[in-house]
């Protein structure tokens, strides 16, 4: 056989070889995700899913005291806090150390009446507060000088904000529309989706982050729905669907429990799951380059799963084998973070351990000796997902 024959030959059992593995992983990931068992129960480390965990001590002054955190963001080696008691937005440095806060409450020039949420714009490096009560967002640079305010025209249900561009911001609601999309240079909603159907309350049965942002993306999961939408350019597009096998509620369910809310009948998710008139209700859903997490609520009981996308494997399990419980943390990038609240954090109970001191490194150890729950200010619990 002459060089050229030879050489093509070996080109086309190369591109079969690698045609036939892609096959195979495309079947891998299928069989996967397509039908997760959640009575399953793995035996799963925190340190096979996490590079990293640390704990942050926020610095405790008497302009620095916080009554409880609403909101963490993270951005530029600094935490971003909203203590929705207080009406104020407290920003700590990557140790912990106090540097300023955001404390403009009234209805004057550069001041708020009410917050609810607010987010990091990466974009313009911003923070944007939202103010429903006076129909607007108050747009202040990192540092926490007031810039301007975006009036909305409108008062609604408005409950999150986030920012999609340097132009678009996207609005999360409980009225009428899900999300609308407002344009910082048009000064008005240019777009609106997921209508809410009538006299239907579902806010209850959103997970409690409907919309997380990963990277340059902003991702959305409706009420009662296993999809997870690309929202963050228009039009938007299916990402992703979470799959059950058997386990997946049923529109017979569904249909069930909103007619029940139609009826103004006053349910909430957990008993609802308890009583089997739905299979399982989505508490929280999260995902960075490696990892699709969902949280769920599921066989009276906490569901973790983990999708590692690099390995076409799926975790599942109720608590990682260090006893500890992911029930609501914090989402930003790689990062998960929980905070100690004011109870024996020792504690290994359902809802009450987000962490583990004796899987701590010793001086992470020493932090949480030190700290005293009456008097000082919450610690951060880092966890850093690993890449």
Known sequence: MNRGKYKRLLLAIITLLIMLFLVLKIDLRRMDLNGINLNRNDQVSLYDVFSEIGIVPLETKEESLITTISEIQYYNNCYYILDRRLQEVLCFGEEGNYLF?????????????????????????????LDPSAGKIHCFDINGNYISSLSLGEVLGYNKVFALNHDLILLWSVTDYELLYYSRND????????????????????????????????????AFK??????????????????FGEMNNTSRQINRVLNMLQRGDNIYPGEVVEKKLLNYHILNAYENTRFMIVILEFDDDFKHIFIDKEKNKSY????????VALFRPAFNGNNLIMYSRNYDYSRVERNLANFNKEFLSDENQKIIASHDPERDNPFLVLYILKN
């Open 316 to 323: 599942v399990f109720t608590n990682f084998i260090e006893k």
């Open 101 to 129: 806060k955001i404390s403009k409450q009234g209805k004057g020039p550069g001041e708020y009446i009410h917050i609810t949420h607010f987010s990091v714009d990466p974009y313009n490096s911003q923070l944007l507060l």
């Open 226 to 243: 296993r999809d997870i939408y690309n929202i963050s350019n228009l039009p938007i597009e299916k990402h992703f669907t979470w799959c």
């Open 187 to 222: 000064e008005k909603f240019i777009q609106k989706e997921f209508e809410i159907p009538g006299n239907t309350v579902i806010a209850r049965f959103n997970s409690l982050n409907p919309v997380y942002q990963s990277g340059h993306h902003t991702f959305f999961l409706p």
